[in-house]
């Protein structure tokens, strides 16, 4: 089946630790994104990539980092910066960054602190 | 003003009522409109999307969308109890040159049996 997987589905972070949420898709599409959503708020941009080695930053990069090194992986570190990295964050992906194009979701990643 | 805007609800509707969920954007020159449908801790799925002016209906769901006014609305016909869900409006915005999708808080509906 073509789609998104996002691992693991919930994960802890201790005060000072980096931690590395995981994005692949087999959809062949150009771009991804990653959004982070807190309880009864919309979804917010972090960073998203329209190419191989090329990504920027959304509207909350501080605190967070990303790598797109192959096509079908776009991994979201999230670093001990974040002094509020409590979430359920989101990666999705399209075909490219037209206005046009819709999104795909994977299933999402439950981040909190111990 | 927020670059899209919804009323964050919660939204109450009787089983076989019509929903109307409304959405508010900033920028005129906005192109394409998106409806997502979430459920309590899951990933949101496009449910409609409309580009021109007036209605585009898929099964119970009609969006309208008015430019001149800059909304955007969502109508569910024939309500079901699995219609209870967050729905999130996005909207292509212009921001510094560069096109970005923006989603609104979201309008959470439940509808009562």
């Known amino acids: 089946d073509g789609g998104i997987t996002q691992s693991p589905k919930y994960l802890f972070r201790k005060e000072g630790q980096n931690v590395t949420l995981s994005c692949e898709q087999n959809l062949n599409h150009d771009a991804m994104y990653w959004y982070r959503q807190d309880p009864g708020q919309g979804l917010r941009l972090i960073y998203y990539?329209?190419?191989?080695?090329?990504?920027q930053k959304g509207d909350i990069a501080e605190g967070y980092s990303v790598s797109r090194e192959k096509k079908e992986s776009f991994p979201l570190t999230v670093t001990s910066a974040q002094k509020n990295p409590t979430a359920f964050y989101l990666c999705?992906?399209?075909?490219?960054?037209?206005?046009?194009?819709?999104?795909?979701f994977g299933s999402g990643t439950q981040l909190s602190v111990l | 003003q927020k670059e899209v805007e919804q009323n964050s609800g919660p939204l109450s509707v009787p089983e076989g009522a019509i929903a109307s969920l409304n959405c508010t954007y900033s920028d005129r020159g906005s192109q394409s409109f998106f409806w997502y449908r979430q459920y309590s801790g899951k990933s949101p799925e496009l449910i409609m999307s409309?580009?021109?002016?007036g209605d585009k209906e898929d099964g119970r769901f009609t969006a309208q969308l008015n430019k001149a006014s800059q909304y955007v609305s969502l109508l569910i016909r024939d309500s079901q109890p699995s219609d209870s869900a967050t729905y999130l409006c996005?909207?292509?915005?212009?921001?510094?040159?560069?096109?970005?999708?923006?989603f609104g808080q979201g309008t959470r509906l439940t509808i009562n049996p």
């Open positions: 999705a992906s399209s075909r490219n960054t037209l206005i046009n194009e819709k999104l795909f």
């Open positions: 409309i580009y021109s002016n």
């Open positions: 996005a909207v292509n915005i212009l921001i510094q040159g560069a096109q970005k999708l923006v």
């Open positions: 990539s329209q190419i191989v080695n090329d990504f």
